[in-house]
C-alpha cells in the first residue's frame, strides 16, 4: 500500500507540475502580456514600461522559474487590476466555490441514490426506466440552459429565488441544482449497479432469509455495501464542480473562483489566472489522489496492478 | 399530511424571505446593472465604462460638456480661457462643498491635476492625464494648466475623466507592497450630486442623493434618492432581473432580445447611437507585402470592396435601433468630423468592373480579420463572395487582433473604434492615421494635416485640416467606414431616462414618472 500511495502521489505532483507549465505556456502566448496589461491606446512606451516592469521581457524558462520559486513559498504575486496578492484573493473567493461544489454535490447525491436504489430494487420497469431518463437528462441537458430555465422559472415567475448574487443561503441553491444535476447518472448508474450486485448477493438472501425486514436489508446492509465505490466516485465529481463551475458563477453572478476566472481572463490578469488553474487543479489532483487511495483500501487488487 | 405542511410552509418561508423583492419607485431606490464588476471605483484607476459613469455622478469636473449641443459649460470653473496654445486659465466656482463638508477651493484643482499627471501616479489610462505639464494657482480662485505640447483637445478631458478630489485625500492613500502610495485606495470623496455610500468591490456600489448639491450646476439638481449599482455577469439573467423587477435599469441588450422585451411591454426599450464606429481596414500601405501579390495596394480593389457592400442593408437588419451608415472615419458629432468627402454606393456590378480592371476578373482570396458582432462581419463576407472576393475568416480576441493590426498581419479587418466618447476627430482619425502602428494608410499629407489639426487652437484651422485628411482617407479608402453602432436600454416604465450618445447614462437628470 504505501507504495501504490507513493507512486499514485508522485503522479499527482508531475500532473500538478505539468498543469503549471501548460497554463503558464499558454496565457503568454496568447498575445503580447505588456501590451494586454497596458491597455487599449497605450503608447509603445507604456509597453515596454509594462514588460520590463513585470519581467515579460525575460526568457519564457525564466519567468516560469520565478513564478514556481514564489508559488512555492505560497506567493503568486500581485494582481494587476485588483492590487491586491492573489494568494489573498482566492482565499476571499475560494469559500463561495467550495461552498457551490459541496451543495451541488449534496444535491447531486440526494438525488441521485434514492433514484439508484429504487431504480435497483424494480431493474427493467417503468420506475428503473423513468429513473435512467431523469438522471440521463442531468447529462444531456447543458448546464447553462438548465441554469437559464430555473431563473425563469424561480426568478421570474413564481419570484421565489433571488437570480443573481452570493448575499444569502438562497442565492446558492439554484446554482447548486444546475451544477450538481450534471453529476446525477453517473452517481446514479452506480449505485444502481452497486445495489443490484449486492441484492443478489448470498449474505442479503441470507438477510431476508432470517426474516429481517425490507427496510433493514435493503440500508443497513444492502446500500452501506453498494455505496462504498459512490464516495470514491463523488470525490471526481467534487473536482469536476469546482473546475466547471466558471459558467454557473458567471451566470449566477456568484463571486467565486469560477467568476473570477472569468474576469481575469477579460482583463488580462495573468497572475490571478495562473494562479486560479493551479488552484483548481490542485483540489481535483487532491480529490482523485483520495478516491484512489480509498478505492485501493477497499480493493487490494488494484494496489498490485 | 404532516409532510405536505412542512413543504408547504417552507416554500412560503422561502417566498417571504427571498431577496427578488421589487426595485425602484416605491422604495426610490434605481437599482441598474451591467455585466462588468467594479473593484475600484475611482476615476483615474480604473477605466471600465462602470467607473466612468459612477465618476460623472460622485464628481464634478471644472467643465461640463452639454450632451445636446456638446458645447463646454461652467461647472467647477465659472470661465476659462486659453492664455496661449499651451496655457489653460480657469476662474473657480467658490460655495461648493465636498460631501465630507471641506470647501472646494482652487488647491483643490492643483492638487488633483499636478498628483494624476505624474509618471508613477498609477493613473491607468495615460491618455487623459499625459497632456498636463503641471497646474498653478495662480490667484485666490484662479488656476492656470499648463500643456505639454499643443492640444486643443484638452477641454475634452477637462470636462470628460479629470475629476475632482480633495486635495488633502491623496495623502491617506495606503501603501502598496513595496511602500508605495496606492492612490486608488483613497475615499471616493467628490462635489457631485450624488454621494458614493458603499463599495463592495466586484458586487455593487451604492450612491446617495447629496442633498446639498450646488444650485446652478448645468447637471441639475438630482432627483432619485439612491442609486445602486450590481454587477450581473450574465445578460440574460439581467434580463431576467428586469423582467421580475429586481433590476429597474440594463443596457447593451442584443437586438433580437431588445425585440422581444418590446413586444412583451414589461419595460421600456430604447436606442441610442453611440460614438463607436465601426470600419473596414484595408492596407494600402504595403505593411503586409509590397509585391503584386498583395491585392490592397491597387485602388480599385479597394474601391470595389466598398462598392461590393450594402452597409444600409447591414445597418438595418443586424444592428438596428440608432445604428447609421457613416462615410467618413470619424463619428458625425465628433469636432472636425465631416461628411463631404468620397462616399460609395452598393453597386455589385461596379465592384465586379472595377475587379476586372484590376485583373481580378475572377476575383481573388484573402484573409479578413475581426474581433465583434461575427455575424455582421460575415454579412461582409457574403458580399464580396458575390462580386468574386473569396474570405477567410480569422476570428479572435481583441487583445489578439491587435497584436496582428499592429505588426502589419491584417492588411484586411474588420473592427471598432469609440473614441473613449471624446467628441474630437483628434481622437480617431489621429490614432488611427499618424504614421503609427494603427495606420495602414501612412500618408504623409494625411498625417501632416492631421497633426496641423492637432496642434491648432483656431477651430477653423482644425476644422480645415481635419476635412483634408478625412478625405484623403475616404479617397484613398485606407478605410471603408462601415457605420455607428447604438445600444438598446431597457428599463423600467416608472423611470423617466434619457440616454446619450457618449454613453454616460446621467441618472442625476432622471426621475420617477
Known amino acids: 500500500m504505501l507504495r501504490y500511495t507513493l507512486k499514485r502521489f508522485g503522479v499527482a505532483l508531475l500532473v500538478a507540475l505539468t498543469v503549471s507549465v501548460v497554463a503558464f505556456t499558454l496565457l503568454r502566448l496568447s498575445g503580447d502580456p505588456a501590451a494586454a496589461l497596458a491597455g487599449e491606446g497605450a503608447t509603445e512606451e507604456d509597453i515596454e514600461y509594462v514588460r520590463k516592469h513585470y519581467g515579460f521581457d525575460q526568457p519564457l524558462l525564466t519567468q516560469y522559474s520565478a513564478w514556481l520559486v514564489k508559488a512555492l513559498k505560497g506567493d503568486f504575486g500581485v494582481s494587476v487590476y485588483l492590487k491586491t496578492p492573489v494568494s489573498e484573493i482566492i482565499f476571499e473567493r475560494a469559500p463561495t466555490t467550495l461552498i457551490l461544489g459541496l451543495c451541488a454535490l449534496s444535491f447531486a447525491l440526494i438525488l441521485s441514490i434514492p433514484l439508484g436504489v429504487l431504480a435497483a430494487m424494480y431493474p427493467n420497469t417503468i420506475i428503473d426506466r423513468t429513473a435512467l431518463t431523469i438522471a440521463v437528462v442531468g447529462q444531456a441537458l447543458p448546464s447553462f440552459f438548465f441554469a437559464l430555465v430555473l431563473i425563469i422559472v424561480f426568478g421570474v415567475w413564481l419570484r421565489m429565488l433571488p437570480i443573481s448574487g452570493s448575499g444569502s443561503w438562497l442565492n446558492f441553491i439554484m446554482p447548486s441544482v444546475a451544477l450538481g444535476y450534471y453529476a446525477t447518472p453517473a452517481i446514479m448508474r452506480l449505485t444502481r449497479a452497486g445495489m443490484m450486485d449486492v441484492l443478489s448477493s448470498d449474505y442479503i438472501r441470507t438477510a431476508r432469509a432470517k426474516g429481517l425486514r425490507p427496510r433493514v436489508v435493503l440500508f443497513k446492509h444492502a446500500l452501506r455495501n453498494a455505496i462504498i465505490p459512490v464516495v470514491s466516485l463523488s470525490a471526481v465529481q467534487l473536482g469536476f464542480m469546482l473546475g466547471g463551475s466558471i459558467v454557473i458563477e458567471t451566470i449566477f453572478s456568484l463571486n467565486g473562483l469560477g467568476n473570477l476566472a472569468w474576469q481575469s481572463i477579460q482583463r488580462s490578469d495573468f497572475e490571478v489566472m495562473q494562479a486560479i488553474v493551479l488552484t483548481v487543479a490542485s483540489f481535483y489532483i487532491v480529490l482523485t489522489f483520495l478516491a484512489d487511495m480509498l478505492n485501493a483500501f477497499l480493493d487490494p487488487r488494484i494496489r498490485v496492478h | ?513
Request: hydrophobic share 40%; proline share 5%.
Open chain 2, 1 to 513: 399530511m404532516k409532510t405536505k405542511l412542512m413543504i408547504a410552509a417552507a416554500l412560503a418561508a422561502t417566498a417571504l424571505t427571498s431577496n427578488a423583492a421589487l426595485a425602484g419607485k416605491a422604495d426610490d431606490t434605481l437599482n441598474w446593472s451591467t455585466t462588468r464588476d467594479v473593484d475600484v471605483a475611482l476615476p483615474y484607476f480604473n477605466n471600465v465604462r462602470e467607473t466612468v459613469i459612477l465618476t460623472r455622478h460622485t464628481w464634478d469636473n471644472l467643465l461640463y460638456r452639454d450632451t445636446k449641443t456638446f458645447e463646454y459649460k461652467p461647472l467647477l470653473a465659472t470661465s476659462y480661457k486659453w492664455v496661449d496654445n499651451k496655457t489653460l486659465e480657469f476662474k473657480i466656482r467658490d460655495g461648493v462643498k465636498f460631501h465630507n463638508g471641506q470647501p472646494f477651493t482652487a488647491d483643490d484643482v492643483v492638487a488633483t491635476y499636478n498628483l494624476v499627471s505624474k509618471p508613477d501616479s498609477g493613473v491607468l489610462t495615460k491618455r487623459n492625464v499625459s497632456w498636463i505639464d503641471h497646474a498653478e494657482k495662480t490667484g485666490p480662485n484662479t488656476v492656470r494648466v499648463y500643456l505639454k505640447n499643443t492640444f486643443p483637445a484638452a477641454l475634452e478631458y477637462v470636462s470628460g475623466p479629470m475629476a475632482i478630489f480633495p486635495k488633502d485625500i491623496w495623502a491617506t492613500a495606503k501603501k502598496d507592497a513595496k511602500g508605495k502610495p496606492d492612490y486608488g485606495t483613497v475615499a471616493p470623496i467628490g462635489t457631485g450630486p450624488y454621494k458614493m455610500t458603499k463599495v463592495v468591490p466586484g458586487e455593487r456600489i451604492e450612491l446617495e442623493k447629496n442633498a446639498d448639491y450646488w444650485k446652478g450646476s448645468p447637471k441639475g439638481q438630482p432627483s432619485i434618492g439612491k442609486i445602486v449599482f450590481r454587477t450581473v455577469s450574465d445578460p440574460e439573467a439581467q434580463i431576467a432581473e428586469l423582467l421580475s423587477g429586481s433590476l429597474d435599469w440594463i443596457w447593451d441588450v442584443p437586438k433580437d432580445k431588445a425585440d422581444q422585451l418590446k413586444l412583451i411591454g414589461i419595460a421600456n426599450v430604447v436606442s441610442a447611437p453611440t460614438m463607436r464606429v465601426n470600419y473596414l481596414a484595408m492596407d494600402v500601405a504595403g505593411r503586409s507585402g509590397k509585391g503584386k501579390d498583395n491585392p490592397w495596394l491597387n485602388d480599385k480593389v479597394r474601391k470595389a470592396v466598398a462598392h461590393a457592400i450594402d452597409r444600409e442593408a447591414i445597418v438595418k437588419n443586424l444592428v438596428g435601433g440608432a445604428a447609421k451608415v457613416v462615410h467618413s472615419a470619424c463619428y458625425p458629432s465628433q469636432f472636425g468630423c465631416t461628411s463631404d468627402v468620397p462616399k460609395y454606393n452598393y453597386d455589385p456590378a461596379m465592384a465586379k468592373k472595377l475587379l476586372a480592371e484590376a485583373g481580378y476578373p475572377n476575383g481573388f482570396s484573402t484573409d479578413i480579420y475581426a474581433y465583434r458582432q461575427r455575424p455582421v462581419t460575415e454579412a461582409i463576407m457574403g458580399y464580396l463572395g458575390k462580386v468574386g472576393i473569396k474570405t477567410n475568416l480569422k476570428y479572435m480576441q481583441y487583445k489578439a487582433l491587435r497584436g496582428f493590426a499592429w505588426d502589419g498581419t491584417a492588411a484586411f479587418h474588420n473592427m471598432t473604434w469609440g473614441s473613449y466618447s471624446v467628441n474630437d476627430v483628434s481622437a480617431i482619425a489621429s490614432h488611427f492615421f499618424n504614421g503609427g502602428r494603427d495606420d495602414y494608410c501612412r500618408d504623409q499629407s494625411v498625417i501632416d494635416a492631421l497633426k496641423k489639426g492637432d496642434t491648432n487652437t483656431d477651430p477653423e484651422v482644425r476644422k480645415a485640416a481635419y476635412k483634408q485628411a478625412l478625405t484623403t482617407v475616404a479617397k484613398k479608402l485606407c478605410w471603408l467606414p462601415m457605420f455607428s453602432y447604438s445600444k438598446y436600454y431597457s428599463f423600467t416604465h416608472d423611470l423617466d431616462f434619457t440616454p446619450t450618445a457618449d454613453e454616460i447614462p446621467r441618472f442625476f437628470t432622471a426621475k420617477w414618472k
